[in-house]
């Protein structure tokens, strides 16, 4: 008998509310995203208040700039996002149907488009007001987990982008044809719980260690370490949870069925990893280049 955790009876809603005839609901996705950029926020102000922690013991940034960029972050978490997931995911359909684009709300976002997004964002701000771009991008860096591991619970919750099949007893029988839809296995289809896997490694491991790094380690005082930590772990995380995680639909065949965007012989890599990689490599670059700074950025 497949021993295997049912899925949880949780809808992807919390509540609705009736009003006029329209139906208004929080989704915990959206909940997911409001709750991870709050704690980010007040993370990333707490940093800022505190001089201790920086080079030459003053803070390059105030609460007050915290507060500005988290409204050129949120729009490029939400552009990026999406534009990321049109243009890596799924190009040829969003080709031919571009008003679909903006129909934001039936999902589709693709995290290393919202780190692009975020980049441009900070960008933007330290072309503004002249802050340097490498404390800038710790700050970001170290407030970022939180939303991770938020965002892939919710993820669960809804019953989306689950893993491989599996006969391991934590597997989980995700409901929906799709996520039943497991050739060569009869009866209930177990499949890895790959959202809890990142929420556990790029979201609960990789925040503490940065908020060890931070208040234990003095890390900000390295300009670039704390962001280049952040990609390699959220990039090393990623690529190895890849390996038991379902592909994307348009990425399997008959001829491909991992789903791999690049092919070497009978192994490959799937389009997670692909975007996975250069990310550790602007992680490592990072941590060598604040190694070798003897002045602040």
């Not at 926020?41 to 988290?70: C, K």
């Not at 903006?102 to 780190?115: P, R």
């Not at 890849?242 to 799937?270: C, K, M, Y």
């Amino acid at each position: 008998m497949l021993a295997a955790i049912p899925f949880p009876d949780i809808g992807p809603e919390i509540f609705t509310i009736s009003l006029f005839g329209i139906d208004f609901a929080l989704r915990w996705y959206a909940m997911a995203y409001i709750v991870g950029i709050v704690i980010g926020w007040r993370m990333a102000a707490a940093v800022a208040r505190t001089d201790r922690l920086w080079p030459g013991g003053v803070s390059p940034v105030t609460p007050e700039d915290i507060e500005e960029l988290l409204t050129a972050i949120i729009v490029g978490i939400i552009v990026g996002g999406r534009l990321g997931y049109v243009l890596f995911y799924q190009p040829a359909y969003y080709l031919e149907n571009p008003g679909q684009i903006l129909v934001l709300w039936e999902g589709g976002m693709a995290f290393h488009g919202g780190v692009l997004g975020v980049v441009a964002a900070g960008a933007w701000f330290v072309w503004r007001k002249g802050i340097p771009a490498a404390s800038l991008a710790d700050v970001v860096a170290y407030a970022t987990p939180p939303g991770i591991l938020l965002g892939r619970v919710a993820n669960f919750i809804n019953g989306e982008l689950w893993g491989a099949p599996t006969t391991a007893p934590w597997g989980v029988i995700f409901p929906g044809t799709a996520a039943q839809d497991c050739p060569g296995i009869a009866g209930p289809c177990a499949r890895h719980p790959s959202q809890l896997y990142e929420a556990g490694l790029e979201g609960l491991v990789l925040g503490i260690v940065l908020i060890w790094m931070v208040w234990a380690r003095g890390a900000l005082k390295m300009p670039g370490r704390v962001a280049g930590v952040f990609f390699i772990g959220y990039g090393a995380a990623r690529f190895a949870v890849e390996f038991v995680r379902q592909a994307d639909a348009q990425f399997i065949t008959p001829e491909n069925p991992a789903g791999h965007v690049l092919r070497l012989g009978e192994w490959g890599l799937s389009m997670g990893q692909v975007l996975s990689l250069p990310m550790i490599a602007v992680g490592l670059f990072l941590v060598l280049w604040s190694a070798r700074r003897r002045q602040p950025a």
